[in-house]
């Protein structure tokens, strides 16, 4: 599964330095002037679990396959980028085709870091950003508006209801709110699907603070977490320069001293990794075996076949039924065959719906 989720922000906020730090296949230029990211950059980014792990010491596989997301480091937006402003079409462009928006907010003073916007303010220049994304979908919902009242004259009722719906973004926006906050039926929501509306994203902060804040969060931090408190939107404090420190040790045990010396018991970035992961409403299933453990990675609410796919289409098309046990079972019991001998295997068709942390087995033929 390709699900994106994008980091954003204004330049020169932390956004290629946090970006060095959880990518795990590629590294982001990160430079102190602006527009220093322009193409957007991709890295696939192993998602902890310690399900996995716990999984391994039982089976003692060949080898451990967590699964990945992908990040994608968007260069940094400035005030007027939903008018081409500091290249901001064709960065507007590249948060349309992620999944979901990391949203990287400076709260830490520097005045060897440029910035253009004046005194540290983390709640303006989260509405910078939030006005330029709404901007634009406020341009891309009139367009779509003059489009269909062209056809409402045909009296269709289909019609009829999406334009009222454009017409209720349409609102919404003008008041400087983003589309995600709009209460909206799920039926509703296709009228506006085709046009990719970048504030109907779900969105994750991060509130990149100092070294002394990293634990405690500052003054800065707490505005934000103010701010976005309605939004129902997560807001992860971290030091992105010390995650990136932590990331460039390849030495498991200087990474825990290290982690020690900052009272640390695991880096931020595992925090927002599983966030973005769960912002991206997907769940994981394992396969347990000699060879590999592996966790995959499907969408909440999948059924046994759709989840099958994602090891092989084959698996799908001829998906005979699945072998099913639950994380926790397996854990207590330590093994398949002890599972299967207590009667905590189960068999399960085409209509389950897979649980986050089943452990699962597909019997097919093709």
Request: glycine letters at 6%; hydrophobic letters at 40%.
């Amino acid at each position: 599964m390709a699900l994106q989720a994008g980091i954003v922000g204004l330049p020169n906020v932390g956004k290629s330095t946090l970006f060095n730090a959880v990518s795990n296949s590629a590294k982001a230029q990160a430079s102190n002037y602006r527009f220093c990211t322009i193409e957007p950059n991709i890295g696939l980014v192993d998602v902890p679990d310690a399900r996995l792990e716990k999984l391994a010491e039982l089976v003692k596989p060949n080898r451990i396959v967590p699964t990945q997301i992908e990040i994608v480091d968007i260069a940094g937006l400035v005030r007027g980028a939903s008018k081409g402003e500091g290249l901001g079409n064709k960065f507007l462009a590249n948060i349309r085709e992620v999944d979901a928006i990391i949203h990287v907010i400076r709260c830490f003073e520097d005045e060897n870091i440029l910035r253009d916007e004046g005194a540290i303010n983390p709640i303006s220049d989260k509405e910078i950003i939030d006005t330029e994304l709404q901007l634009k979908d406020l341009d891309s919902v009139e367009k779509k508006i003059s489009r269909v009242e062209k056809q409402i004259r045909t009296g269709d009722a289909k019609i009829k209801a999406e334009h009222e719906v454009l017409l209720r973004c349409k609102e919404h926006l003008e008041k400087g709110k983003n589309i995600r906050e709009l209460v909206l039926a799920k039926e509703d929501r296709s009228a506006i699907a085709d046009i990719f509306l970048l504030s109907e994203k779900p969105v994750l902060y991060v509130a990149n603070v100092d070294e002394p804040s990293m634990h405690t969060g500052n003054k800065f931090s707490d505005a934000l977490m103010e701010s976005v408190k309605n939004e129902n939107a997560q807001v992860i404090i971290m030091n992105n320069s010390i995650e990136a420190q932590i990331a460039e040790m390849e030495d498991a045990a200087d990474r825990q001293l290290f982690m020690e010396e900052y009272k640390m018991q695991e880096p931020a970035l595992n925090r927002l990794i599983r966030s973005a992961y769960k912002l991206l409403n997907l769940y994981t299933y394992f396969t347990a075996g000699v060879q590999e453990v592996r966790a995959w990675t499907i969408q909440e609410g999948w059924k046994a076949p759709q989840a099958a796919s994602v090891i092989h289409t084959d698996f799908e098309k001829g998906f005979i039924k699945a072998e099913v046990i639950s994380y926790d079972d397996f854990i207590q019991y330590g093994s398949e065959a002890v599972c299967r001998e207590n009667g905590r295997l189960r068999i399960e068709g085409k209509e389950y719906i897979v649980k986050d942390g089943d452990v699962m087995h597909f019997r097919f033929n093709v």
